[in-house]
């Protein structure tokens, strides 16, 4: 198995743009997770699916970020318009079964925001 | 809260050594988690140990529970430099949140 794949792996865009993160879970996996880790803040999740349904949207931080999941196999995480606090990496990481087995983390994405 | 709290944040030891790092949680458990995290990559999960578990072995890992305690060890023997990174607690739960995590330092 090719694990979690995220792309692109490194993004540097400016102030106001649109940014588009992606995740390929591990086939199979019922549970999507978003992460986003900052020096400042560490690791801090997003959002969270279950069989392509987000379950708890709590850690998004404003209406500027949305995430989906149209299938199985993809997700995306969107900000707009991006600014510069969002930097960060973010990381994609999968699951089968949730809270009773571990997580499977993708490389992540760095993201620059000029 | 879903989240567990490394101690200590740093610790840098000669290979060959070993290395102890502590986890304290607040609400009980189902299963505890460990992940390692290395510069620039994403957390690798090491090591889960359930509720009505002691202890555990994998290879060079040992973890202990104590639920009386609410906490937890991370025990590295025989270190290695390629063990230097960063090292996560957290408690199983499906919105599964991370501490600040221990920062190994390994020597060689």
């Known amino acids: 198995d090719a694990g979690v794949i995220q792309s692109p792996r490194h993004e540097v865009t400016e102030m106001g743009q649109e940014v588009t993160l992606r995740c390929k879970p591990i086939s199979g996996h019922d549970y999507l997770f978003w992460y986003r880790q900052t020096m400042m803040r560490g690791l801090e999740l997003l959002i969270y699916?279950?069989?392509?349904?987000?379950?708890?949207d709590s850690g998004m931080p404003e209406d500027r970020f949305s995430a989906k999941m149209p299938n199985a196999s993809f997700s995306t995480l969107k900000i707009q318009p991006s600014e510069p606090r969002d930097s960060a990496v973010y990381f994609c990481?999968?699951?089968?079964?949730?809270?009773?087995?571990?997580?499977?983390f993708g490389s992540g994405t760095r993201l620059t925001v000029v | 809260s879903q989240q567990g709290e490394e101690d200590p944040q740093a610790l840098s030891i000669q290979e060959g050594e070993n290395a102890t790092m502590n986890c304290s949680y607040k609400t009980s458990i189902n299963n505890l988690q460990w992940y390692r995290q290395n510069s620039g990559r994403g957390l690798v999960h090491l090591i889960l140990i359930r509720s009505n578990e002691r202890e555990k072995h994998s290879g060079r890992l040992r973890v202990t529970l104590d639920t009386s305690k609410k906490s937890s060890s991370l025990l590295i023997t025989a270190s290695r430099a390629a063990d230097t990174a960063s090292y996560f607690c957290a408690k199983g739960s499906n919105d599964m949140r991370f501490g600040a995590g221990t920062r190994l330092t390994v020597k060689p």
């Open positions: 990481a999968s699951s089968l079964g949730g809270a009773d087995y571990g997580y499977t």
């Open positions: 699916f279950n069989n392509n349904v987000p379950i708890d």
